[in-house]
């Protein structure tokens, strides 16, 4: 197991007019990734410096999806996104928080990766390109108050 931490960059809430989610609701993230040691892939890149992208999505009629994070590399760029999917109800959940402020830290475990002598991870993405997410977690800030 790999865990991977992140500070959230950017939240994109798919909503309609009257502040509630669409048919499909999805909640975009631009991720960067703060978590050391360093995760390599198979050309020796790090993946530190990545493009970082989440999906957090509802999980529809029942249908359980698998969480996954996947490596492709555009123009150059390492460019990996991870799709989550949550229960309706924790799926609301984190709508409301996120909508009151931002998370202030999203831990991702993943499965798939191999751990080096120097304590970082490698993905043998030439391989892999997908690998399983096995939990996520959300950490958001206690509210401001006066005392």
């Known amino acids: 197991m790999t865990v991977l931490t992140f500070e959230t960059r950017e939240v994109v809430l798919t909503l309609d007019?009257?502040?509630?989610?669409?048919?499909?609701?999805?909640?975009?993230?631009?991720?960067?990734?703060?978590?050391?040691?360093s995760v390599y892939v198979s050309n020796g890149d790090t993946l530190q410096h990545a493009n970082w992208t989440m999906q957090l999505r509802r999980q529809v009629d029942g249908a359980r999806e698998a969480d996954s994070l996947t490596y492709s590399r555009s123009d150059g760029k390492s460019e990996c996104q991870l799709r989550i999917h949550q229960s309706p109800g924790r799926f609301r959940s984190l709508l409301d928080m996120l909508k009151g402020g931002h998370a202030s830290e999203i831990t991702v475990v993943t499965d798939g990766m191999e751990h080096q002598d120097d304590y970082s991870s490698r993905w043998d993405t030439d391989r892999v390109p997908v690998v399983n997410v096995l939990r996520v977690s959300f950490e958001f800030p206690l509210p401001q108050c006066d005392a």
């Open 17 to 37: 007019q009257h502040g509630a989610a669409n048919g499909a609701p999805v909640i975009s993230f631009k991720l960067r990734l703060s978590s050391t040691p």
